[in-house]
Every structure is written in structure tokens, then in C-alpha cells.
């Protein structure tokens, strides 16, 4: 057979153990976090009926979707979000207990240009309450996004708060219509990245928006300062009774509760945050590293209360957060909070000194692990010196020999390698004596 | 919109908390285990290059491959497997030091028709060593394998080992060329699944072997016993100097390292096992449990000699296992040895008594979370009756109050579930209290 080029897909990566292990333990402290705050796991397929994700996202997210025509001649879809699947599954076991907690860490496709911290395949970690219209839900995700940040050592970020009625009310405010919304959020929604001036342009060529409107709306975006100064500042440009004052009390309630469990300085209001996504009808909020400001978002979400109603019949309300576990590694790798790790993941080698000697090494080892002491064993007949230089390269803590001497007597050389001092323990006391060594 | 029907493509599943969370300590456990002998984790991308899977899994496998033109008109397809995966790491990294042990837990999708413990999308569990050519890394995987399995508390089952060159060596001594060979190799993998009348009548008429070949192929088969009984009594039909005591050698050693481990009761010779999988070259061996016989494989897995080659150009040698956690799932549910969660992660929950009350009571889950104890906070305003009520489905150990009295006074009363007890504690040392009564 011809040899086969080795590659990756563009967009696609793998991740190395160096950088695959701090990921691990990111992971890990995502998943204590959701389940300390009572969130239940949940996994879906990555593939779905086409016809569950097509319409979701917008137009620009349904040409993003990796579909295709099954085996079975079916239309089928990678998942662009877990929030789409969760809304089904709710939608489709109707007896799931409600309010209904839950979180999900899984993989999503999205057929992007790729781009820096913009991948095609990467792993969001979301948590979602559904079966509360309650602000306390709203409030509670962004508690929990934040904790999960805070747990993960990130020290410098922003969650952008803002409601899809507020910006209805802007909207009705500026004398936009009904048929210009959407397009208008599409375009404020790219403020932070293209900036004011050619926001501006877009919105009086692609939006025909009058320069007053133009201006009008601008006077809404600038509003700034801490959050309940601006709500009252911006309530006071909407009528009484309206819309736009629903979702003033609703985000004046989600920051009340934020500042009552000491995360009023984690939050700052900005019309300018839409999210692309067509599903949410309240809340929205999009977290951005302040160190990396260009970056784009770690960590999003907002409200959606119509979405499990495309599947169910009846609506049911919902509210979620989603951190990007793909781009915030890029991100905290460029800013050096994460750095790679040597690629260890046992404090313990032990050599095998020959082939006759390689029972005595596989029993050792277990030994080791027995002690509660992550352990390797070196698995191919080689030259001790070779074994060494890759015990060293691993950063094992110790090395283990058990040579015809060791074997003869029932005990086994231990290496420091850090100090070069050496030990003879014996065997069926090296557990304890692993045991004694590992926190030292 | 018209209401979309919320549902599962065939072959996929969800799993609902209730399977999720026992399913998620399992992972947990293989996890911790793979790490205790020294494997680092390695991720690669589910959409793979076309040609990096094409021809590696036999002509069945490549027809059950997920395959399709992405957005670019690359021809790409889902992963079936994470071995080969790693075979393209290992050509495309040449500084990956070596030997390189890895394991990866990873979904892999299969276009295979679905039934009992079968599935179109189902997550691996791998671990393998590459840079050996050793048996001892094949005794490793082995009694790597077996561990998980302990650890998981699967009493009852059997690693069923074989050696490609074994396998060789018994065609040869039927008389079977090598342009018969592997589709021989094809129908004696059927023989534990179609049993021995409907293997040999394949044999004769798919095989076109003669019905002296069938008969001697069947003595080989049926030998039993002891393994290094069974490998004595094959060795002596075998031609000395021949592929087939190759074969014989290295199983003899690896059915020896796993004595000296104490893992020798769980391996048996069978000669049977051939794997549908092309790559195999070496020692290739399946697990079933002992209870559930006719189930299929849990874990399985090989040596692959000569599949890194076909990406690095030069030969590699390596040898893995792989767990295969949604059969092995659906076997222990089926065996009652696992069971479903009652769907609870978190053994506090603190009710909201009113809005007016909803940042006392989110201060409240906070301070029970400070106290190393999960908490849910009820997400919603609702009568407290109703919030019992979901403590009492969610099986919620304590419930906590903060109402207009408890909250006057900087307390909050505490409810025991079980008991029906009640106690007032001061909010100040919830945490404490908390800490003082989770392990009871």
C-alpha cells in the first residue's frame, strides 16, 4: 500500500498529551462545578435529524451545519449546540422532573472559516435550567458560568448582560420596525468587532436606516457606567408599559441577585451584545477575557423561552449558559495563565532489567500503584540507560530497578530522580513505602 | 412553524440522568485508571480525511463508515474506531517520544444495523503502547484491561486471546493458502456467534475447503484447557521454525507476565478469536461476561504491527485495548449489576420562599457549597409544598428555608428528609454545619 499523507482536517486539531492533560483537568473542574451546583449530566448523539437543527440558528448558522445523507438516505446533522438537542430531549420525555437542571460537555461542529481561537470541532460545556421563567434562573447560570471561570483561575473577565427586549424596545424606540429586527441585531451584534464607524455604515446601506435613526440608536448603545445606573438610564427613554421595560426589570433583577451573591462586579450591561443566535427571547450575555478583548467570547448564553416549543407544543421556558472549553484553553495559553505540561502522568517508572526479569517488573509496578502512586512500566526490553533518559524526559519523580541483586533478596532499587539518592526497599513494603514518598 | 417531532435517529441514543450518572462514574473510573498506569490522554478530531480510515477495517468495515463530502468538497468520515486515529498521530508527530502510551475516551460511529448492545454511536475507552514490539506491553493492555474491568466491579468475565501468527500457522497446517486466508479467518470469527454446524457448512461452500481441511481446522479449534496446557498441545502440531511458533512464543509469554500479576484466571486460549479488524498482526484477544455469553464482545483489541506504517512509511510496532463502555453498560444494567441513579447530584436543595427572599435563599446555596456540600437552589418562585415535593423526587437529603422569620434573624431552618427533623442554624456557619453532617 502507498504511504498515506498523516493530517488533519483545517479547523480540526489534535490535542497532545502536553496540551491534552491541563485541558483534562480543566474539564474536570468544569464538571465538579456544574454538579456542585445540583446539575444532573446529560449526553445526546453527535448526529441528528437535520430537520431538529435546520432553522435554529439563522441563516448563517444553518450553512454551518455539517450535513449530510445518511446510510439510510436520511438527512442527518452534525449538532451545531448542545442547547437545540436539550430542548428536544425535553420536548420528547415529557416525564423528565421539572425545573429541570442539567449540564452537558460535548463536542460540536460547525463548518467555520477557521480563525484564531475559531475551530470547527470544539467542546462546549453548558448548563441549563428549563422550567423557570424566573430571573433567579438567569441569575443562577451566570452565578455558575462565573464560578466555573473563578475554579478554573481565570482572573480577568466580563459577562456582557443584555435582554432581547430591551433591545426591542430600543428598536421600537428608534422607530424600527417589526421586518427590520432582526437584521438590525445582526448588525449591532457586530459592534465589538468591527467597531462603531462601520457598524454605523451597515446600518444606514444594509439596514436603510435614516441617519436620525442611525444616530438615535447610538445614543442607546453608549449608555454607560455600572449596571443599575444604566437600566435606570435607559428606562427612562422607554414608555411606560412597554416591552423594553419588561426586560428592564427582568435584567434588574438578574443583577440584583448577581451583586447578592458577590458577582456584581463580574457583570456590566452592553446594548451592543445580541447574540447571533435566533433561539433567545431574554437575557443574553457574552464573556470576554479582558486581557484578550479581540478574542471573542469564552462563554455566552442568555434566555430561551420559545425554543423547546418548536418541539414540545407547548412552550416551556428556558435559560443557559455555555463556556467554550476550546477557546478559552487558546486564550489562557496565549496569555501564559495554562502552560503545557511535560506530557507525565506517572510519578513512578520502573525498568525491566531483562526479558527473565520482566515478571519481577510487572509485579513492582503493581506494587506501586498499589500504594496509590500512579505508575509506568518501562514496556519493552532495552538498555537500562535508555529507559533512564526516557524516565527523564517523562519527569518521572522516581525510577525503580530490580536487577538479579534486588530479585535474589525480594527487594528493588528506588531512584530519586531529582536528588539522585537511591534506596533498596523491599518489595512488599514498597506500596507503603510509595505511599510514605508520594506528597513529598 | 409546524411543530418538528422531537426524536432519536436509529441506532442513537440519549442517555437521560438517570443512566448518565452512573454511566459518568464509570467513565470516571476507566479514566483513574488509565492514569495509574502511566497513560496520557491524547484527543483527536471525530472527522478524519476519507483516506486516513479507508481500507483499515476490511471491506465490511469501510461500507459501515459515516462518510460524506464536507463543505469543501473534501471527502471526509467520522471515526470509526480510535485506533487508527492514533496510528496518524504517531506518523504525523515524529517527536511524540516513544514508547508513547496513550489512552483515549472518544465516541466512534458505525453505520451497523442496530440490535441488542450494538449501536450506530458508541464511546471507546482506549489504551495503547507504541514503540514495542515486546510481549511485554501486550501482557500490560491486557491486565490494564482487566483492571478497569475490577474496578468497575464486573465479577464474572473472560479475555479470550489468540495470536494472528497462531492463526497463520493453523491454516497453514490445514492446507489453507495465503489467498484464502483471511476470509477464512472471516467465518472462524462468526464461530461463537453462529456456533460450529453453521461454521463449518460457511467453511465448505463460501471457503470452498475440503471436508479433511474443515475436520483438521475443527481439532485445532477445539482444543481446551489450560492455556499454557492448550498452547503446548497446538505448538506440537506446529512445524518447527514455522510463523505459527512465532505465535506461539509470544502468547506463552504474555499468559506468563499475566500469572506473575495474578490476572492468569482471566485469560483463556481461544483459537477462535481472529477480529474482524484488517490491521491485526500479533496477539488479538475479546472479553465477554461470563454471564451474559452470547452478548458480544465488551473489550477487545490487538497488535498492530504494521498500521502506523502505512501513514509514517516506516514500521512501528504497537499493541492496545479497547473498552467499549455502551455495551458493557447495557450488559451490567441487563445483569441488575448496575443500577439507575435516582436522578439527584446534589444533597441539598434550598427552597425560595418569595421573590422578596430569592437573594437570601441564592446566599444560602452558596454557603452550603462553601461547606464542600452540592446545592441546588430551587430555580423558580413556587409554592414551598412544590419545591418539597421536588426535593422529595429528586431525592434531595436536606432541604433548606429561609423564610421572613428565619431570615430576620440571620438563620435559616434546615430540614432533614429522612427523619422530618428540623433545626435552625445561623446562616454564618451553614457551611460548617454542612461540612459536619454530609457523611452521615
Redesign the interface.
Known sequence: ?A????????G??????RK??P??RMLASIERGF???????????????L??LL?KYGDEGSKLL?R?????D?D?A?RYDLTVPLA??V???PD??R?F??YQIA?V?R?ERPARGRFR?FVQCDGD?V????P??D??VI?LGCTLLDDLGVKSYKVRLNHRKVLAGMEAACGIGAEQAVKVLRTIDKLPKIGPEATKGLLATENCLGADQVEKLFAFLEIAGEPLEVLSRIESLFPEGGVGREGIDGLRQVV??LG???FGGRVALDLSIARGLDYYTGTVYETFLEDLPTFGAVMSGGRYDGLVG????EDIPAVGISLGIDRLLAGLTELKVIEESQ????DV?VT?FDGAH???A??TA?AV?AGGV????????AKLSKQFK?AE??GARWVVIVGPDEAACGEVQVKNMESGSQERVPLERLGAWMAEHKGR
Do not use: H, N
Not at 12 to 17: E, I, N, Q, S
Not at 68 to 72: P, R, S
Not at 131 to 134: I, V
Open positions: 500500500m504511504k498515506i499523507e498523516p493530517r488533519v482536517l483545517s480540526f486539531r489534535d490535542y497532545l498529551p491534552m492533560i485541558r483534562q454538579q456542585r451546583f445540583g446539575y444532573a449530566p446529560l449526553q445526546t448523539p453527535a448526529l441528528e435529524y430537520e431538529i432553522g455539517y449530510f445523507k445518511d446510510e439510510g436520511r442527518v452534525l428536544r430531549v420536548a420528547q420525555y423528565l422532573p425545573p437542571r442539567r463536542p461542529w463548518a470541532e435550567i422550567g423557570s421563567p424566573d433567579v434562573a441569575a443562577e452565578q440584583g441577585l447578592a451573591v458577590g418548536t418541539f414540545a407544543g506530557g507525565a502522568v506517572a517508572l525491566i520482566a515478571p519481577q510487572a509485579r503493581q500503584r500512579d505508575c509506568e512500566l518501562y514496556p519493552a526490553l526516557y524526559r517523562r
